[in-house]
């Protein structure tokens, strides 16, 4: 009896800790869509990324197969117009679709993070001038810039010197020569250049309302230092609308680099990236259209499941952020 | 007091201040792409010797170079092409005089219609994107309307759930993988299994052709035309059907809250007169920012959709110029598109200050 009583009262005086990361994933996985988003989304990853190790193909070789070949046990998604293995492409083109989005995604968030964060800290001139930066560069045309500045890089008119083993390192994830890495690092850091904006706009306001909370007086009242308080105070405290603002720019950046690939002005021949794959087969697309759909399916289900991961990580992160 | 009058005073202060705001923005922006294209090593003179060594099999001579370096501006420093191009100063004894694009000259097109004024070649393809963006905008106002208004009155319900989820899938769906699957089932399929399928591509046909269960439809005729429209339409208008329809259902959700809404119920108004007159009509006033603020989008997602439908617009001819070095062509593009983009701003803010006696402009 005293036994069974001492138990009981223990587990009433310490009821089972529930951390906040379970309490997120508790609230994330009631979206179903999302779990499943989340299990396409690392399908997509796996196939694109562990895919080619099981591949008898060079991606870029070509007469493989017969021209426009059929689906077959040998090429599961058939050849295409120079008898390349559309599969085995496939695979190599979400490595590059997903690992480029990756890049400016995160990439862009870092700029619009520091942006955001020392122009609603610092005010003054600092917030005047790179708000006023951000204000005008949402009021340019992105796509027709982000054509036209991929077209003049095309032509090699934007020198940007990447290091060597950075674009070694990148050419043998993509299977591809350091120059050609190079090309598409290029065309990351032009999509770079419009994606920041949105979030410094987005973090700079959240600082502004911490700036003025009690902890953030107390820090500094503590004698902290600016960069401490930012770090430490400030950004952790603007993390769930950064992390939902990401996911969403990630969706964003994989669409935006494929409308860039498909009209050509994006990853060129003869690497691939979904977007450009779809471009491949828009000259056939009067005689054989079903050659356009799967990879589009990759980019549109890739796109829908980041929407739906964005959607519940708004809900699971903080229940007070509601569209 | 206010007197009667002042707020015209204001709203003018207000309009002229926007409106030099709006020029430093386009002065300043046509000024960044123009310097882009200007300093892109083997930029325009690269691009023009090749095709004149295309197109002659003499060899160019250095007097050939200056003389077209000096027709295109290409001789002067950056700030003075650029002035020379955007107001036509300074006028230089050596060269013909310019308008400037601020007296709506553009310049020649380089390529895609060689020594043609830009604005003609302009000119040529508007009233195809004009008819598009049209359709476009209309589609996704009759669509999103009603099923935005539908899916609030009726929240929580399984229509709302499948709307939600619709807007979900409209918003992912990359529009040129929607377009090849329209040609895919509406012309591959229905041309296959002989129903009267729709024509892909161009915005008029070549010749006459048949479409079974319809006849014979000329080439040129209207109801070509219309034909020809109905894919790109739903393909343009797709993004901002997902997104208005989204934004109706929540700003008629917040309307229905309102007290005067609660009110017109309890003097036993009947509920639809409710919903269309005293909601609706509040719901709609931010809806008319967000389309007016939509039509650069439309005007510039335009490029990708007659991209996938050959249909001869200026987002194809944009495309065309960017493909052939043509930059005053591209160039031109651009400032319409910023021209556009800077005009909707203001007449949202002044469109909203009209419906809504509520907001004032500073």
Not at chain 1, 210 to 218: F, G, N, P, Q, V
Not at chain 1, 243 to 248: G, H, K, L, M
């Amino acid at each position: 009896m005293a036994v069974a009583e001492i138990a009981v009262g223990e587990a009433l005086a310490r009821p089972r800790e529930v951390g906040q990361l379970e309490l997120i994933w508790g609230r994330f996985s009631r979206h179903k869509l999302a779990v499943l988003g989340v299990w396409v989304l690392a399908a997509l990853f796996v196939a694109s990324f562990a895919g080619p190790l099981f591949s008898p193909y060079d991606p870029e070789a070509q007469f493989i197969g017969p021209i426009f070949g059929e689906l077959t046990a040998a090429n599961p998604l058939g050849t295409d117009d120079v008898g390349r293995d559309v599969m085995t492409r496939l695979m190599y083109a979400g490595r590059i679709s997903l690992l480029m989005a990756l890049i400016v995604t995160l990439a862009s968030s870092v700029i619009g993070v520091v942006v955001g964060a020392a122009s609603g800290y610092f005010g003054g001139w600092v917030d005047t001038l790179s708000m006023r930066l951000v204000d005008f560069m949402l009021t340019l045309p992105i796509l027709p810039l982000l054509l036209i500045m991929s077209a003049m890089s095309i032509r090699g008119g934007l020198p940007i010197a990447f290091p060597e083993t950075l674009t070694r390192l990148f050419g043998w994830i993509w299977d591809m020569p350091p120059e050609r890495a190079e090309g598409v690092l290029i065309l990351a850091v032009i999509l770079i250049i419009f994606q920041w904006q949105t979030l410094a706009r987005l973090v700079r306001g959240q600082v502004l309302t911490l700036r003025s909370t009690a902890y953030s007086e107390a820090a500094q009242a503590l004698g902290a230092s600016s960069l401490h308080i930012i770090a430490r105070h400030m950004i952790p405290n603007t993390l769930a609308p950064i992390i939902v603002a990401t996911t969403f720019n990630f969706g964003g950046v994989i669409i935006t680099e494929a409308a860039l690939s498909f009209v050509g002005f994006g990853v060129q021949a003869p690497s691939a990236s979904w977007g450009s794959m779809l471009n491949g087969v828009r000259d056939f697309i009067m005689l054989q259209p079903w050659r356009a759909f799967v990879p589009g399916l990759t980019i549109f289900l890739a796109s829908m499941s980041i929407n739906f991961i964005g959607d519940a990580l708004r809900d699971a992160l903080d229940p007070r952020l509601k569209l | 007091m206010r007197r009667p009058g002042q707020y015209l005073d204001i709203m003018t202060n207000y309009l002229i201040r926007r409106l030099v705001e709006s020029f430093l923005v386009l002065v300043l922006s046509s000024g960044v792409v123009f310097a882009l294209l200007y300093l892109a090593p083997g930029g325009p003179m690269t691009e023009i010797l090749e095709f004149r060594r295309q197109a002659s099999r003499y060899p160019i001579n250095p007097d050939d170079i200056e003389r077209l370096k000096k027709q295109f501006d290409l001789d002067l420093p950056l700030w003075q092409a650029y002035t020379r191009w955007a107001f036509g100063l300074p006028v230089l004894a050596d060269r013909p005089n310019r308008a400037g694009v601020i007296r709506g000259d553009l310049g020649l097109s380089w390529r895609v219609s060689q020594n043609e004024p830009t604005l003609n070649v302009l000119m040529r393809p508007l009233p195809n994107t004009l008819v598009l963006m049209t359709t476009s905008t209309l589609l996704a106002l009759i669509v999103a309307v009603p099923v935005g208004v539908y899916a609030a009155v009726h929240q929580y319900s399984r229509t709302d759930y499948l709307v939600t989820a619709g807007t979900f899938l409209g918003v992912s769906m990359p529009v040129f993988w929607l377009g090849s699957m329209l040609i895919l089932i509406f012309s591959f399929q229905f041309k296959q299994w002989g129903l009267p399928y729709l024509p892909p591509g161009s915005a008029v046909a070549a010749r006459d052709y048949v479409v079974p269960l319809v006849g014979t439809v000329e080439a040129g005729s209207w109801f070509d035309r219309g034909l020809r429209l109905i894919m790109p339409t739903i393909t343009l208008s797709l993004l901002q059907m997902a997104a208005w329809s989204r934004f109706t259902r929540a700003s008629m959700l917040e309307v229905l809250r309102q007290d005067y809404v609660r009110t017109a119920r309890a003097k036993g108004l009947h509920e639809q007169l409710v919903i269309a007159k005293h909601a609706l009509r509040n719901a709609l006033i931010p809806l008319i920012t967000i389309v007016t603020l939509a039509l650069p989008g439309l005007y510039g997602g335009a490029i990708i959709t007659e991209t996938i439908f050959n249909y001869q617009g200026m987002g194809l001819l944009f495309i065309d110029s960017l493909t052939q070095s043509d930059w005053p062509v591209a160039l031109a593009y651009l400032m319409v598109l910023s021209v556009l983009t800077v005009g909707a701003n203001i007449v949202a803010d002044v469109v909203y200050t009209l419906v809504d006696p509520r907001i004032r402009v500073t």
